[in-house]
């Protein structure tokens, strides 16, 4: 199996930074995308940001020139670098691993969750 575990999220002023990331470990032979989830109370979980192992990126218009995504393959890593913030933006944030293969070289039929970060904008 796989587990995520995400760091970052706390509060944060309104047009400030913060940087949530995620490592997966685990049974692990290659996590073809990673990506953060983030699901505000009384709204449906949505993609902020998702990123494959060759690097292409894609965004939420929402988020779009204020969020970068980034990961580490060699590290598993994924990391969130979210600039501009705004009170819109406060949720809780889900790492996420899809299209995973263990070191069996079988791939896992479902997508793997992390446990969430609160990310809080508020003054």
């Known amino acids: 199996q796989v587990q995520l575990v995400e760091s970052g999220g706390g509060l944060v002023q309104p047009g400030g930074s913060l940087r949530l990331s995620c490592a997966a470990s685990g049974s692990i032979f290659s996590i073809y995308h990673m990506g953060w989830y983030r699901q505000a109370p009384g709204k449906q979980r949505e993609l902020v940001a998702r990123?494959?192992?060759?690097?292409?990126?894609n965004y939420a218009d929402s988020v779009k020139g204020r969020f970068t995504i980034s990961r580490d393959n060699a590290k598993n890593t994924v990391h969130l670098q979210m600039n501009s913030v705004k009170p819109e933006d406060t949720a809780v944030y889900y790492c996420?691993?899809?299209?995973?293969?263990?070191?069996?070289?079988?791939?896992?039929?479902?997508?793997?969750w992390g446990q969430g970060t609160q990310v809080t904008v508020a003054t």
């Open positions: 990123i494959t192992s060759g690097g292409s990126t």
């Open positions: 996420n691993a899809d299209n995973v293969v263990g070191t069996g070289m079988v791939a896992y039929e479902a997508p793997f």
